[in-house]
């Protein structure tokens, strides 16, 4: 274990260290919507509003009848679940998915259904006290003040808690005076003093929402390009390494290389090459299923005999890189008909060449399952494999779970996988160039 630590290179996918921006300020003073105007001005595809509402504490049998009454207090620091909100950022900002709680006002509960959050560039945190608990100021990259007049304040909490959380006027003029003002003066003005910048008239002040914008895309710049360097060094260290033992090449039969002959020929029509590649795929998703875990159990035979052989432990699932590793779908289902599937999109930036994740969706309990399948059937680089594994391992699945499936693979893809996640077996049929074109799904699917 010693040595596969010390030969271990380290990678770290783009969405690790997330920018978190802190957004507090009174209640009604445009918190969200200041929140929202800085998202449509990012127009980024991987930005996450997180409220601080959603962390209110569980109520015992006392509190929720408060509650129900409009005199329980929310608007007290104590009302916030600070420890179960830092465990969130942290793990966010571990490039792991957060299960972030569901909190009903209308029942003044929480729902048992979390919401997950996972791989976001960006993270705006927003409610009264984002700027309060040391810890979470420590995560923040941003501390955003939103100002707005008393007045101003109490209309809009009148009409946000009348629409969305089932209270009357009267119940809300009662908590104003009796918890927000009091609590504002005490807990959340002083927060202004931690701020980075001040913000008063919120969403109407462009200057300010500006220089929020600005500092998050030189961020999201900075962090791009130190990425594509790490991923630039990872291949250059590891271009002339041996391939790794967990490297595990199909056997080269005669009829291996006869089928690559028909899937490599250009002139191959479409119906053969589809017939052929179904076929291969088969052979290779059989010499995965070899290395997952198996357990000893003996049988009756139909001639009344005992057979000692072996049965798949657990339940083994498989995730397929989009689009291409769709491909490699009618192999699997030959070999594990009833296999659990999961998709996840990887795409690189045109701009950039920088590896992006577009879509997930995993099976469930995916991190219980004794092996993980990984089909693309194309791997040059390496980025987008390394993103996939990268994914898998943040969900909770061990690595010497993984199974990663593929027809093509370059030497560079190759080393560069098995050096940042050295227990992960590749399954593969044909070592090519290192940035050879991907034409498989082309041929396949047709277009």
């Not at 980024?44 to 569980?58: A, G």
């Not at 990425?227 to 790794?244: C, F, I, P, T």
């Not at 339940?315 to 989009?322: E, G, N, P």
């Not at 370059?410 to 290192?434: H, Q, S, W, Y």
């Amino acid at each position: 274990m010693t040595d596969i630590v010390s030969k271990r290179a380290h990678y770290s996918p783009p969405w690790a260290d997330v920018s978190i921006i802190g957004v507090a300020g009174s209640s009604g003073s445009g918190k969200s919507t200041l929140s929202h105007a800085i998202v449509a001005k990012l127009n980024l595809p991987w930005v996450v509003i997180l409220s601080m509402d959603s962390f209110y504490k569980t109520l015992d049998a006392k509190s929720h009848k408060l509650a129900f009454e409009n005199n329980y207090d929310f608007d007290s620091p104590d009302a916030i679940d600070f420890d179960a909100l830092v465990d969130c950022l942290r793990e966010l900002k571990s490039g792991r998915r957060a299960e972030i709680p569901i909190y009903s006002f209308a029942k003044h509960a929480r729902e048992k259904e979390t919401t997950s959050i996972y791989s976001p560039h960006v993270l705006i945190l927003e409610g009264i006290f984002a700027l309060y608990d040391p810890r979470v100021i420590e995560l923040l990259d941003m501390r955003i003040f939103c100002e707005a007049d008393a007045d101003t304040c109490l209309s809009r909490r009148i009409l946000r808690d009348v629409a969305e959380r089932g209270r009357d006027i009267e119940g809300c003029i009662k908590q104003w005076f009796r918890f927000v003002k009091p609590n504002f003066e005490q807990f959340v003005e002083p927060q202004r003093k931690v701020a980075d910048i001040i913000v008063p008239r919120g969403v109407e002040n462009r200057v300010a929402i500006k220089m929020v914008v600005q500092y998050i895309e030189h961020k999201l710049i900075d962090k791009s390009q130190s990425h594509r360097a790490a991923l630039k060094k990872l291949g250059q260290s590891s271009e002339d390494d041996v391939l790794s033992e967990k490297v595990l090449l199909l056997e080269r039969t005669p009829q291996l290389r006869a089928m690559s002959t028909i899937i490599q020929d250009i002139d191959s029509s479409t119906e053969d090459f589809i017939f052929y590649f179904d076929r291969l795929s088969t052979l290779l998703v059989e010499h995965a299923m070899n290395n997952v875990y198996f357990k000893e159990t003996t049988v009756s035979t139909p001639a009344g005999n005992k057979y000692h052989g072996l049965l798949a432990n657990g339940d083994c699932s498989a995730v397929i890189i989009l689009r291409a590793g769709a491909a490699l779908e009618t192999g699997l289902k030959r070999v594990i008909p009833d296999c659990l599937t999961g998709r996840v999109l990887v795409q690189s930036n045109i701009r950039t060449g920088e590896p992006e994740l577009h879509y997930l969706k995993l099976p469930q309990h995916i991190e219980k399952h004794d092996g993980v399948l990984l089909l693309d059937p194309q791997m040059s680089s390496g980025g987008a494999a390394l993103m996939a594994v990268q994914v898998l391992v943040d969900h909770g699945v061990q690595e010497d779970r993984i199974v990663f499936v593929t027809y093509f693979a370059g030497r560079m893809g190759l080393n560069r996988l098995t050096k940042v996640f050295p227990e992960v077996k590749v399954v593969v049929c044909e070592i090519v160039a290192d940035f050879e074109e991907r034409w498989i799904e082309r041929r396949y699917f047709g277009c």
